[in-house]
């Protein structure tokens, strides 16, 4: 698929505060680049860390409506889960950037509480389904649910806390999705994917198992002693020849790769395009070049990159492709067509849902009544128009 769609069908949904710092511990291949985290895109989940000013001045009221409340901890709540998703990524938020970050997030969680009170008995049905399916599939990209628990303990989550968040957000998406109208016919799947022929390309892929000599610190990432680098060359010199004389090279993999994300797996990694695209990941140019230069079950040189020293083994090639309707999204199981009936509608909400949200605020009498905070909200909603982003509560997609 090209970039566009590509990008849009691998959105999951906006859950990606939590899923992404869990995330940060899935992709360990050394051979991933890691993209800067989305804080557009981050969900109403987070950690435990109270704020400071909370512990020293109580849980005060800073915005009220018709209904609810919504307390300093709530807001702090949903940073903390922000700061600890970037942090998992390597990345800090800009000191100046987070009275907009809290501002965004407290209309974010207006709107929420306003939504949940228009929710029908349908609606919450399908968001504790929506919220059901996607924990199976985070559990399932964690390997078990053991690493599951493991990643969200160390973002400070249970799975009871993500479940109840998610299903919240779930089911308000779900909600302002019927109330808006904001639904896509088949017959308007159908007339997109004609008129788009190009957005359901897939790229010829390469399957590879490979096997990593570190010539970098995995801690400090600082590059070994010359005399270091030397050694590890010659073990992969000494490897490469037991592969090619025979010996069974997913095993060889498991005994001496340095790759901790394939190494349990026999060196396996991900299919990827000729531009090393995998997933949200990319493979290193040189390691790009080596594979597809590969023919079937055929072991390559000592292939040198960034990271080390690298025997990769060709495992299956896969030709380029178009999608079908009914085709299954490469990695999910959902199909082309669910996916982009989604993505339809989700273009829907970009018109409708703000209009609707605005006048959901008015009617429900929303006060906010930190100054600094009224401020930040308004600023959050003029950054919002004026860089024409999606609405604040995308469409589910599954």
């Known amino acids: 698929m090209k970039n566009k769609m ?61 209904g609810f409340e919504i307390k300093r901890s709530q807001l702090d709540e949903v940073v903390s889960g922000l700061k600890a998703s970037a942090a998992a990524r390597g990345q800090t938020i800009p000191p100046d950037q987070m009275s907009l970050v809290e501002g965004r997030f407290l209309n974010r969680l207006i709107d929420i509480q306003l939504l949940l009170q228009k929710a029908t008995d349908a609606d919450k049905a399908e968001g504790k389904t929506k919220t059901d399916e996607q924990i199976a599939d985070l559990v399932k990209r964690a390997g078990s649910q053991d690493n599951f628990d493991e990643q969200l303990k160390a973002v400070g989550m249970t799975e009871a806390d993500l479940r109840s968040k998610m299903q919240q957000e779930v089911t308000a998406m779900i909600t302002l999705q019927r109330e808006v109208g904001a639904t896509a016919t ?121 990271y080390g020293y690298h025997i990769i083994q060709l495992l299956d090639r896969t030709p380029a492709t178009t999608l079908k309707l009914t085709d299954k999204i490469p990695t999910t199981d959902v199909t082309v067509a669910d996916r982009l009936k989604d993505i339809l509608a ?24 930190d100054a600094d905070l009224k401020a930040a909200v308004e600023a959050a909603k003029a950054a919002a128009a004026e860089a024409s982003t999606p609405s604040p509560m995308p469409a589910p997609a599954n």
């Open 186 to 306: 088949d017959a308007e799947v159908k007339q997109y994917y004609a008129d788009h022929p190009a957005d359901f390309e897939e790229p010829e892929k390469v399957h590879v198992r490979h096997i990593l000599f570190l010539t970098i610190d995995p801690t400090t990432r600082q590059p070994l002693p010359a005399d270091q680098k030397a050694a590890k060359e010659k073990q992969a010199e000494d490897i490469l020849k037991r592969a090619r004389s025979g010996e069974d090279f997913a095993k060889l993999a498991e005994q001496y790769s340095e790759d901790p994300g394939s190494k349990p797996d026999g060196g396996d990694l991900p299919p990827f395009d000729k531009e090393g695209n995998f997933g949200s990941g990319q493979m290193v140019p040189e390691f790009t070049a080596a594979a597809f230069a590969l023919t079937n079950n055929q072991i390559s040189d000592v292939v040198t990159t960034e």
């Open 346 to 369: 989700q273009q829907k909400m970009e018109t409708l849902a703000q209009p609707y949200l605005d006048q959901l605020e008015k009617d429900g009498d929303v006060e906010i009544l």
């Open 6 to 66: 590509k990008q849009i069908f691998c959105a999951a949904l906006a859950t990606a505060a939590a899923v992404s710092a869990i995330a940060a511990t899935e992709n360990s291949s050394m051979q991933v680049n890691n993209t800067p985290a989305d804080t557009n895109a981050a969900p109403m989940v987070s950690t435990n860390s109270g704020d400071l000013m909370t512990q020293l001045f109580g849980d005060s009221v800073i915005a009220k409506g018709t």
